[in-house]
Structure formats: C-alpha cells, structure tokens
C-alpha cells in the first residue's frame, strides 16, 4: 500500500512538471507539437508500465503472505486437535489410575473416609471447646487432615488418636491457668481463668465464655440470676472437696442465650406510658401508706401510754375523749354517751383519713393493666394488617406490651391491696380502744349515777 501511494505521487508530479513545461515552452508548429505529444505519450507509457509492474510484485507479496497464514491457522488447528486428544488420553489415564489406586487401597480407603469425617467432625468441637481456650490451635491439625485428599500417615493417625485422647482426659479436670478475659468495653485484663471441664469459664467471681471465631475469652454482658454467679465466687475459693456450682450442660450456649434475657428495666420499658402510670400508683399509694403507717403507729403509741394514766388526759385521742368525760361528769348517763360519740367521731377522720386512696389505688391499678393489655393487642394486630405475619419481632413489641402492662397492674394491686387491709386494720384497732374506754366509762358513770 506505501508503494501504491509513492507511484501516484510521482505520477502527479511528472504530469503537473510537464504541464508547466508546456505552458513555458508552448509549441511553435504542428510538428512540435506532434513531437511533443509523442514524447510525453512515451513517457507515461514508461510511467504507466512501471506502475503495472509494481502492483503486479505486490500481488505476489500479498498471496505469498495470505499463503503463509493459512498454513499457520492449519497448524493451529492441527495443534488443537492434538491437545484435545492428549487431554481426552490423559483424562482415560486419570480415571485407570484412580481405579487402580482404590484397588490398591483396599479397606484403606473405607478407613480414610472415616478418618476424614471423624476428623471435620471433631475439628468443629475442638474449635468451640473451652478447653481450647487454655490449649488454642489444636484444631489446626485436625482440620487439615480432615481436609486432605490422600491417605493419612501412621504418626498422623496416631496424633489424632491422641487428641480425641487429650480431649477426653482434660473434659474430667477442674483447672486453673493464667490468661486474658476481654471485657464489655473492649478492654484486656490479665486474671487467673477456672476452666470446669468443657463446660464452663470462670474468672473474678463470673461466668465468662470462648468466643471460638475471635479466639478470646469475653466477658458476658449480662450474667445469669444472682443465685447462680453466687456460687462462682465461693467454687473459685474452694481448693479441696466439693463446692456447688451451675454449670452450662451445652458448654456456654445457655450462657449466651441468658445475655439475651430482657432485663428489670427492659420489662418496664415494654410497659410503655401505660406501665409507667401503674408504677406511679403503686408509689403513690406506698407512699401514703408508710406516712398512715407511721402516723397511726405515733397514735397508737400515745394511746397505749393514756390508757395507763387514764386520770390525766393528755394531747392524743384517747386523751381528748377522757377530757370530754370529765367536761360532761355532772350530766345524764345518756347525755354522756352522746358527748362520747362526739368525741370519737370527730377523732375518727384523722384516724381514717386517705386510707380509701389507697384501695382507689389498688382498684384502678389492675385496670389500668387492662387498658395496657387491650391497647397492646390493637398495636399487634395493627402490624399484622400492615406487616402480616411473616416476622414475629414486628409483632413482639404489641405482644410485650400486652403482657407486662397486665403484670405490671397485678404487681402493683396485690401489694397495694395488702398495705390497705394492714392499715385501716391498725385504723379500726385505734378507733376500737377508744370506743372500749368510751363504754367503760359510760358504765362506770350509770353505777355512780344509781349509787
């Protein structure tokens, strides 16, 4: 193609040469202009010829070359027809040799797909055990040789006997070592670890947990029932006999449910506004109950102190009725009884005064848990028409409700009911001492009055 393009150039150039020659040098007669035309006829007849011959070499060129590439593409293809025929003898010789070597392994090959499924199988409980908190990496083997693809060697089989040898005699001790426990906030404090068996991980009076994907012992952030951690401390203290102690029988997967457990707080924040109102009355009505308590157990007190020094009335029930009858000793037995009643009755309010709030209280309380139960149903059902059923946990919150308000209102009525009967009981004791020495002295008086 860059010769094509050379031969037109040098084509254009002698044409527009010539052109200028001619106009230069015009001719003068027909005869020169017959030469010349001959002449430049000549020439492009050389020029022309040269330009065949060129093209002409190249053709061969180009064929040459053409020629040359289909012979590579045919020993390409060639090449590919050998390589997948090597591939289709070499997969043959796979598959004869694969039969050969399972004849040659006999039972062998039984016992190697047991080793390597006993080998993955107890290579995940090694990695969870908390026995490897104290002995880490010993997974590493065992679950390479359940990896493999090839027999296992004598000394290999062996060292897997010897773990599952290993794990067994380490699941009956009781140990301590020294080791780091990674607290809730992400801190790291070297302490000694009590390690009971596969069970549990003990550590400062706690239950702590094998995190076997992160390799660490962690602090739970929630332990169980104080009952339970409770004996921790004194197991840990314990260096001969036997100490009681709770222990995780699936080897700290109830511990870690237990983290998930809904706290004290947790519950009284599923009660919502509803819970929140039935706590208040519960303070409220404890509150006036302890201020009746204290209040009638003064009264009470004076009482019992006038009834001993019945002669000198004092500033206290009793005493204002005793005062009363000394006003009234010159009148009539009935007059008297009247004058009495009077004075008790006016005594009676202070002693019986807010104790109906509290049995207000106890009463409204429960329904209160009512209202918090129906109001938690409507929100369920309000997510099942939008939600549907398919996710419980959009349904938990309307359920939780439902529940703890009801809770929360018979936990605040029993106790409420309980503190009413034990204070308008004390209330009636006090009102009953008065209306005893109000009798006995209506009594005594009608003797003297007939004397």
């Not at 062996?158 to 380490?170: G, K, T």
């Not at 102690?245 to 706290?263: C, M, R, S, W």
Request: hydrophobic share 45%; with cysteine; glycine share 8%.
């Amino acid at each position: 193609m860059k010769k094509l393009i050379t031969t037109a150039i040098v084509a254009a150039t002698l044409a527009l040469s010539s052109g200028i020659a001619s106009a230069a040098d015009a001719p003068k007669s027909i005869d020169q202009l017959l030469k010349q035309v001959q002449t430049d006829r000549a020439n492009a007849s050389k020029t022309n010829k040269k330009r065949e011959q060129e093209f002409k070499n190249e053709r061969g060129d180009k064929a040459a070359l053409l020629k040359r590439e289909k012979n590579a593409l045919a020993a390409e293809r060639q090449r590919g027809k050998d390589l997948n025929q090597a591939f289709l003898d070499n997969e043959r010789k796979i598959g004869q040799l694969e039969e050969d070597l399972k004849t040659a392994q006999g039972d062998l090959g039984e016992m190697f797909g047991v080793v390597k499924g006993d080998a993955g199988d107890f290579a995940g409980k090694l990695a969870g055990s908390n026995i490897s908190a104290q002995y880490p990496g010993r997974d590493v083997f065992i679950a390479d040789l359940g990896a493999r693809k090839q027999l296992p060697k004598i000394d290999e089989l062996e060292r897997f006997w010897e773990e599952q040898l290993f794990e067994m005699a380490e699941s009956g001790k009781v140990v301590k070592f020294e080791g780091a426990v990674t607290d809730i906030d992400g801190s790291v404090r070297n302490t000694t670890i009590t390690r009971v068996g596969p069970f549990n991980l003990l550590a400062d009076g706690q239950y702590v947990v094998y995190n076997a994907d992160l390799g660490l012992v962690q602090q739970l952030s929630q332990q169980p029932d104080g009952y339970q951690v409770k004996t921790v401390a004194s197991f840990e203290g314990t260096t001969s006999g036997a100490a009681k102690l709770y222990i995780d029988p699936v080897k700290g997967v109830l511990l870690n449910i237990f983290t998930q457990k809904a706290t004290i707080e947790e519950r009284i924040e599923a009660g919502g506004t509803i819970g929140y109102i039935i706590i208040c009355l519960l303070i409220l009505g404890a509150l006036i109950s302890i201020e009746r308590l204290i209040t009638l157990g003064v009264v009470g007190a004076k009482v019992n102190a006038q009834r001993k020094n019945l002669e000198n009335p004092g500033n206290n029930a009793l005493g204002r009725v005793l005062k009363a009858y000394q006003d009234n000793k010159d009148v009539d037995v009935e007059t008297l009884e009247l004058k009495l009643d009077e004075a008790i009755l006016k005594e009676t309010p202070a002693l019986e005064t807010r104790i109906s709030i509290i049995k207000v209280l106890a009463a409204i309380a429960p329904m209160m848990g009512l209202l918090g139960t129906v109001t938690g149903m409507i929100a369920t059902f309000q997510s099942i028409q939008l939600f549907g059923t398919g996710d419980p946990k959009l349904m938990a919150g309307g359920i939780s409700m439902a529940l703890m308000t009801t809770v929360q209102g018979l936990v605040a009525a029993l106790p409420l009911m309980l503190m009413h009967a034990v204070v308008i009981a004390r209330s009636k004791s006090i009102v009953q001492v008065l209306e005893e020495q109000s009798a006995g002295i209506v009594a005594s008086h009608a003797e003297k009055r007939k004397a």
